[in-house]
């Protein structure tokens, strides 16, 4: 198989892997709030309407985000703003790289501190950001910061801060509907506590009480599969655009080796960079459901095989 085949056959099995968990993951909120609402009310029409208003409020919450989470993001993590004087380099591969993937120059910062690492954050290419650390403008070659650039120009182009805003909001309707339904109960709420449930209702009530307590655990690890194919997809798409899977192979290996902990990380932004930044307090296997990135030895072999112009699997 050649190189161009193995990049475009990885990027569309990744596209198609996210689509079919995110559709997983509407229908599975969908179910589980109409269950909760006839739970509640014991009325189909009632139980429908109980799920508008939860998605109206959880969609509430995901626009603040999407409009001013990257100003958020970016005041965190202590990122300054450079221009093309503060360092040609790195500002030449943005460039480079945003003309390659047909997209708007993005904002460039730097965040002062030791660890080699790197993310994107922007609610669309008109109005993103890439962000990289003094570290790894300092222990990266010009084609291991091209193939990072690339990956981060990825997130941009497929648009990965939507998927992560549509997500969140899904898992912010998890949470908010089991948080009403466990709290409705105790406090009696509900048809069923004023006399009005049937049998239908009942069992609907057992079914949600164990949903209630589940579906918010079983959310978040559908958002952390979803963010895992992102990565492995934005890792196929920099090759797309650098040809030169080599690049990025060569900074992931730096990056896992180099023993600096990334002060400014927090587990709100873990998920943005282009490695797990809290990876070394999570590296047994049993916490690989949790993790935000998948194991970086997979990708980096993903890409190896890239490279010498064959795919194999990932176990992501």
Known sequence: MTEPVSFYDRIESNRRKSLL??????LFVV????IVGYAWLGDPV?????????LVA????????????????????????????????LFNVVEEMSIAAGLPMPKVYIIEDEAPNAFATGRDPEHASIAVTSGL?????????????????????????????????LVGTVVLISDFFLRSLWFGGGRTRRGGG????????????????????????????????REYLADATAVKLTRNPKGLADA???????????????????????????????????????????????????LRAMEAGGVPQSTG
């Open 58 to 89: 959880g969609t509430v919450s995901g626009l603040a985000t999407y409009y001013a989470g990257d100003r958020v993001v970016l005041a965190a993590s202590r990122a300054r703003r450079i221009t093309h004087e503060d360092n040609p380099q």
């Open 46 to 54: 009632g139980a429908i309407f109980g799920l508008v208003l939860a």
């Open 137 to 169: 403008l300092r222990k990266l070659n010009r084609d291991e910061l091209q193939g990072v650039i690339a990956h981060e120009m990825a997130h941009v182009g497929n648009l990965d801060i939507r998927y992560a805003m549509l997500v969140g909001v």
């Open 252 to 302: 992931l290996e730096k990056i896992s080796r180099d023993p600096k902990p990334l002060k400014v990380a927090n587990r709100a932004t873990a998920h943005l960079y282009i490695a797990n930044p809290l990876r070394k307090r999570e590296k047994r296997r049993s916490l690989a459901l949790f993790s935000t990135h998948p194991p970086i030895e997979d990708r980096i072999r993903i």
């Open 21 to 26: 968990l995110l559709a997983g993951f509407i």
């Open 198 to 229: 049937n049998q239908l209702q009942l069992v609907m009530i057992l079914i949600a009480i164990a949903l209630a307590i589940l579906a918010p655990i079983f959310a978040r690890l559908l958002q952390l599969s979803i963010s895992r194919q």
């Open 31 to 34: 179910a589980f709030g109409y």
